[in-house]
């Protein structure tokens, strides 16, 4: 049993959003052309509460993209995104959310920041998306969405750690690039961590 898994698919990081990924919108089409193909849809959702330590705003002095010491974790600042119940953390509307099956929140410590679908950055907590996925019998994991290189990478990484057999599609996901190359990067060590690399076209 083979599951997708679509990825932070929020107003927030698609142009227009307050963490917006470069052509981010542009994933969606291709999304809709792979989904057919599963029958077993997730899908994550950044969640987080206006408090939420990630943010630079609730760090006087602190803009975004600064790195500080979280509660003993490192943590880049980004700004305000992703609130819970406000249309920047909605799904993006032309997505067909009919197919999905469940949705997990991410982020809703304020504490500790999550970018992986599955634990929190410190493996503190758990979504419960591993367990669910686990229980329904899938073995693989397809991984597409938002960001590559920030919650696309610890999504598809968590899940080879988690014994899934882990496939990328590339062209179904987009990044944040902070620094240049930062995608290419992520896609790179994502590979090297186990996660095989593909690109829609295998559906076609
Ligand atoms: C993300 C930064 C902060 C992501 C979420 O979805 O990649 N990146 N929160
Ligand atoms: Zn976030």
Known sequence: MKALILVDI????VPGG???????????????????????????QDWHPLSHESFAANHPGEKTGNVIDLHGLPQILWPVHCVQHT???EFVESLDMSRVNRIFHKGTDKTIDSYSG??????????GMGEFLMNQGVKEVYVVGLATD???KYTAMDAVSLGFKTVLIEDACRGVNLQPGDVTKAIEEMRRNGVEIVDSSVFR
């Open 118 to 127: 599955f634990f929190d950055n410190g493996r503190r907590g758990a979504t």
């Open 87 to 89: 249309k920047g953390a």
């Open 150 to 152: 920030y919650c696309v």
């Open 10 to 13: 929020q107003n927030d990081f």
């Open 18 to 44: 307050a963490l917006a990924v470069n052509n981010g919108a542009d994933i969606i089409p291709v999304i809709h052309t792979i989904m057919p193909h599963f029958e077993l849809i997730v899908a994550t």
